[in-house]
C-alpha cells in the first residue's frame, strides 16, 4: 500500500492555489449535506470549484484554464456548449420548458434513438441513468414473473436500493447501509467474466434478467472478456431471462449505436442516460416491442395485473428533447467516436510509456473513448503499450482504483497542473484535440515529479 505523504507539499500547494476553492467549500458545508451533491465529487483536502466551461475546457474560480476529462460524468461527448445544442436549448427555452403534455420533440427524440440503437424497437423517457435501471428491471419483472435481477460484482448501475449489492468492494459484503435485506435477496450477484457461476445460478430459474454494464464495471474499470458478453446473451435467451445492457455511458460512445453495436451482441432492453440527454438531464429505455409493451394501457382480461406503472414529471421535457435530438443527430456520425477513441488510445499508451520508462508501478487501461489509470499496482502486459485488460490486478483493485491509493494524490497533483480527471481516469470528448492530449501528457509527468518529490513512491 501507499506510503503517507513524507513532505505534505503537495497538499500545502494544493490549498494555496485553490484557496477560492477552499473558501466555497466550507461554505457549503453550511448549506449542503456533506458538501457535496454527488459522492463521486468527493475530494480531500476539498474539491475544486468551476465558474464557467467551454470545449474541452473548464476554469476555476481563478479563470484558470483546466481541461476537463469528466465532462459531465461522460454525458459530453460534444464538449462543453456544443454549439448545436446551445441554439437549440435557446430556442426550446423561448417556446417553453415543461407542456404537461405531448410535444414533437420527444416523438423526434425516440425516433433518433430508434434510428441509432439496435435494440431499440420502442422507447420510453425517465429522468436519469438510476431510473432508466429502475424502469428496465420493472418491465423485465412484469415480461417474465419472476423477481430476482442477477448483476455483476463491481457493476454500478446508479444509487437505487436493487443496484446497490456488489457495487464496491468487498463485493462479497452481505449488508449495504439502509438497504432492506428483503430488498437484496431479490439481487444475485456473480463475478463478470465467469460463466460457469452465473450458468449455475441461472439454473435457479429464478432470474427475471441479467443486468450488465456492457463495457465492465464503471466504464470498463474491471474490463469484460471479449466474449462475455455474446455467452450472456445466450445463456439469458436459454434462460427465458431478459438481457439488459446498461448503456448509460457506452451508449453513443462505444459506437454511434453504442456497446451493443460495437460488440453486436443485441440486448432486449437499454438503459440509457447522460449522451443519450445531450448534457441536460435525462435518460431513456429502449427494448423489444414484446417486453415495452407492459407499459402500454390494454383492455384484454389479467392485463391490469402485469402493466407496469410509470410516471415522472420531467420525462421527456422539452428542453431535454431539444438537446438529445441535437446531440445524438451529430453523434451519429461515426467520425465523433473515433476522434475520442483515438485520443482516448493515445493518452493509455503515453502513460504506460512514461511509468515504463520511470521505473514506477501502475497503468492506464480501457476501451473506446475512456481511459483509467492506477498507480499502485503493475500489471504483467503493462509493455504492450495500449492496454485494454490489465493482467495480474484482482478486479476489486481496478474498481478501487478511482481513490485509493496514490490517485488520489494524483488527481491533486494534476488539477495543479491544469488537468481534470475523473475517478482517477477519464473521458474524452471531439473537443479534446492532440494539443490537449499532448498538455495532459507533460501535466502527467509533472504530476509524477510532484509525487516522487513529496515521497509517495517512496
Ligand atoms: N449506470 C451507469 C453505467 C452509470 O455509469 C451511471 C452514472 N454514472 C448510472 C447508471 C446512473 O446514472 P444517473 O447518475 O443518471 O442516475
Not at 456492457?214 to 455474446?230: E, K, Q, V, Y
Not at 420531467?314 to 446531440?327: E, I, S
Not at 497533483?413 to 492532440?434: I, N
Amino acid at each position: 500500500m501507499v506510503q503517507a505523504a513524507a513532505t505534505g507539499q503537495l497538499i500545502a500547494e494544493f490549498e494555496a492555489h485553490f484557496a477560492s476553492s477552499k473558501a466555497m467549500y466550507d461554505r457549503a458545508g453550511e448549506s449542503i449535506a456533506g458538501g457535496i451533491v454527488h459522492d463521486g465529487r468527493l475530494q480531500k483536502p476539498f474539491p475544486i470549484y468551476i465558474s464557467h466551461a467551454d470545449g474541452a475546457y473548464k476554469y476555476d474560480l481563478d479563470g484558470r484554464r483546466i481541461i476537463d476529462y469528466a465532462m459531465g460524468h461522460g454525458s459530453l461527448i460534444l464538449g462543453h456548449g456544443d454549439p448545436e445544442v446551445r441554439v437549440a436549448l435557446h430556442a426550446q427555452i423561448d417556446k417553453g420548458t415543461h407542456f404537461g403534455s405531448g410535444h414533437e420533440g420527444e416523438i423526434r427524440w425516440a425516433e433518433q434513438i430508434g434510428a441509432m440503437v439496435p435494440s431499440a424497437e420502442r422507447v420510453r423517457f425517465v429522468a436519469s441513468g438510476t431510473e432508466a435501471n429502475l424502469l428496465a428491471m420493472r418491465l423485465a419483472r412484469s415480461h417474465t414473473g419472476r423477481n430476482t435481477i442477477l448483476k455483476f460484482e463491481g457493476h454500478f448501475h446508479g444509487w437505487s436500493d436493487y443496484v446497490m449489492k456488489s457495487e464496491r468492494p468487498p463485493f462479497e459484503s452481505p449488508t449495504v447501509a439502509a438497504v432492506p435485506d428483503d430488498v437484496l435477496r431479490t439481487v444475485a450477484t456473480v463475478p463478470a467474466n465467469n460463466i460457469e457461476m452465473l450458468a449455475e445460478r441461472m439454473s435457479q430459474g429464478d432470474v427475471a434478467a441479467i443486468l450488465v454494464e456492457p463495457s465492465g464495471g464503471s466504464w470498463g474499470s474491471i474490463p469484460l472478456d471479449a466474449d462475455f458478453l455474446t455467452a450472456l446473451r445466450e445463456i439469458a435467451t436459454m434462460a427465458g431471462a431478459v438481457l439488459i445492457f446498461d448503456e448509460v455511458i457506452t451508449g453513443f460512445r462505444w459506437a454511434p449505436g453504442g456497446a451493443q453495436q460495437r460488440f453486436g451482441v443485441t440486448p432486449d432492453v437499454t438503459s440509457m442516460a447522460k449522451i443519450v440527454a445531450g448534457g441536460l438531464p435525462g435518460g431513456a429505455i429502449a427494448g423489444r416491442e414484446e417486453i415495452m409493451a407492459y407499459l402500454e394501457f390494454r383492455s384484454e382480461p389479467g392485463w391490469a395485473k402485469r402493466k407496469i406503472i410509470h410516471q415522472g414529471t420531467f420525462n421527456a421535457n422539452p428542453l431535454t428533447a431539444a438537446a438529445g435530438v441535437t446531440c445524438l443527430t451529430k453523434c451519429a456520425n461515426p467520425a465523433v467516436q473515433e476522434h475520442c477513441d483515438r485520443l482516448a488510445a493515445q493518452i493509455r499508451t503515453a502513460v504506460n510509456v512514461t511509468l515504463d520508462k520511470r521505473g514506477l508501478p501502475g497503468c492506464a487501461w480501457g476501451a473506446s473513448s475512456v481511459f483509467h489509470i492506477i498507480l499502485d499496482e503493475t500489471p504483467t502486459n503493462r509493455a504492450s503499450g495500449d492496454l485494454h485488460h490489465p493482467v495480474g490486478i484482482a478486479p476489486e483493485r481496478l474498481k478501487a482504483s478511482a481513490k485509493a491509493g496514490r490517485s488520489a494524490p494524483l488527481a491533486l497533483a494534476m488539477q495543479l497542473e491544469g488537468v481534470d480527471l475523473f475517478a482517477g481516469g477519464g473521458m474524452l470528448s471531439v473537443r479534446h484535440t492532440d494539443e490537449d492530449v499532448g498538455f495532459t501528457l507533460s501535466a502527467f509527468g509533472c504530476a509524477l515529479d510532484r509525487l516522487e518529490a513529496d515521497g509517495y513512491f517512496a
